[in-house]
């Protein structure tokens, strides 16, 4: 069963710093992953996704992330965190074939100024 | 741009009540999905749908129906609705199936069963 960790319920960071948010996944084969950002009050908003190929992804607003296939792992960055990136980011997972998006518990973001 | 909308956007029920939460996308694809969100579950998969007139079960159906009227409409409904299903639901659709398919969702229905 494919499944998602993100192992950081909140992270704070201070406005200007950099930011990375964990996520690890378990799926047998081939996964697809993504970032989506809930805004308070709002749906969620597709940050990026991975596709078989280059490990680093370019998303919106200065976001990537890292493939690695040896650790499991997707994880999120930003070089310089703005105020306005406070919100609740969950990583994802689907396979090659499937409609099942399989969701982690999200991690809360929170920007000191 | 996509465009998923939900109504109502918050609800208060009764237990035992009925409910039926809408969804409405302007996208002209073919496959929706409902979600629910809790609290320390991240968003998990109620039913979903890939044609008018049918549905799907997902991996937490039970308590829950579906109906899809339309390719733009698709509702979920309670018919008993009990306090464990007290949460923020989320409808999305994408165009197709695979691991490329974007999901694009609605804002959400909070949902408090009292």
């Known amino acids: 069963a494919q499944s998602v960790t993100q192992p950081d319920a909140r992270v704070t960071v201070s406005e200007g710093a950099s930011l990375q948010l964990r996520c690890k996944y378990s799926?047998?084969?081939?996964?697809?992953l993504f970032w989506y950002v809930q805004y308070p009050r709002q749906g969620l908003q597709l940050l990026l996704k991975?596709?078989?190929?280059?490990?680093v992804v370019q998303g919106v607003n200065g976001f990537e992330a890292e493939f690695s296939k040896s650790n499991s792992s997707f994880h999120l960055r930003k070089a310089s965190v703005h105020w306005s990136d406070w919100a609740v980011y969950f990583c994802?997972?689907?396979?090659?074939?499937?409609?099942?998006?399989?969701f982690g518990t999200g991690t809360s973001l929170l920007v000191d100024p | 741009e996509a465009a998923v909308t939900q109504s109502p956007r918050s609800k208060v029920a009764v237990t035992g009540g009925k409910v039926t939460l809408s969804c409405h996308q302007t996208n002209n694809h073919d496959y929706m999905y409902w979600y629910r969100q809790d609290t320390g579950h991240g968003l998990r998969l109620i039913h979903y749908s890939y044609v008018a007139d049918s549905t799907e079960k997902g991996d937490i159906p039970d308590g829950y129906k579906a109906s899809r009227p339309s390719q733009e409409n698709f509702s979920l409904i309670l018919e008993l609705a009990s306090l464990s299903q007290t949460a923020v639901y989320f409808c999305?659709?994408?165009?197709?199936?695979?691991?490329?398919?974007?999901?694009?969702f609605g804002p959400g229905t909070r949902l408090t069963v009292l």
């Open positions: 994802a997972v689907k396979g090659n074939m499937g409609y099942k998006l399989t």
């Open positions: 799926y047998f084969g081939t996964p697809y």
């Open positions: 999305a659709s994408s165009d197709r199936l695979g691991g490329d398919a974007e999901q694009f």
């Open positions: 991975y596709y078989p190929g280059d490990p």
